[in-house]
């Protein structure tokens, strides 16, 4: 009942009823992990990126190995400030499921922003070979090409 309400108040734009009533499903039944999953994003919603850590690490102590939720702690953490722990679990979560957009998305947005261009560029071609067309895809390819162009502009 809680997770729905707390859905409902996520959709009607009450972040903190939504987070009330996540917490309360949480104390009902602490061992599932979707809840701290679910906090995690309210929290990185918020760019409280710290706290989402935390939610996310709860969850997956209770569900090892979980790609998404690997994914989401790397996103989480690199976001925050701890950018080459961040960037190993993204790495990770990409070698656990490498046909997640979500993923090769996320992945690619920090190592470009790492000045990682040349691996930014091959998993931005993997993720275009997943959602051919994909005009925001495309887009990003095109900025990691325009930085990488101005970074050689700069050098010479």
């Not at 994003?41 to 190995?65: C, G, I, K, M, T």
């Not at 939720?69 to 961040?86: D, P, Q, Y």
């Not at 190592?111 to 091959?122: P, Y």
Request: charged letters at 30%; hydrophobic letters at 40%.
């Amino acid at each position: 009942v809680h997770r729905a309400l707390a859905e409902l108040a996520l959709e009607s734009g009450d972040m903190d009823l939504s987070e009330e009533h996540l917490k309360r499903a949480i104390d009902l039944n602490p061992d599932e992990p979707d809840y701290y999953t679910e906090l995690g994003l309210l929290y990185n919603n918020r760019s409280d990126f710290e706290a989402a850590a935390v939610q996310f690490q709860h969850s997956l102590d209770l569900r090892p190995d979980h790609p998404q939720t690997v994914h989401l702690l790397g996103w989480a953490l690199f976001m925050g400030g701890e950018r080459a722990r961040g960037l190993a679990l993204l790495e990770q979560a990409y070698q656990m499921d490498d046909g997640d957009l979500s993923i090769l998305n996320d992945l690619a947005i920090c190592l470009a922003e790492e000045g990682k261009s040349d691996r930014a560029l091959a998993i931005v071609k993997k993720a275009e070979a997943i959602d051919p067309g994909n005009h925001l895809l495309e887009s990003f390819r095109e900025l990691i090409l325009e930085g990488r162009k101005r970074k050689r502009d700069r050098q010479v």
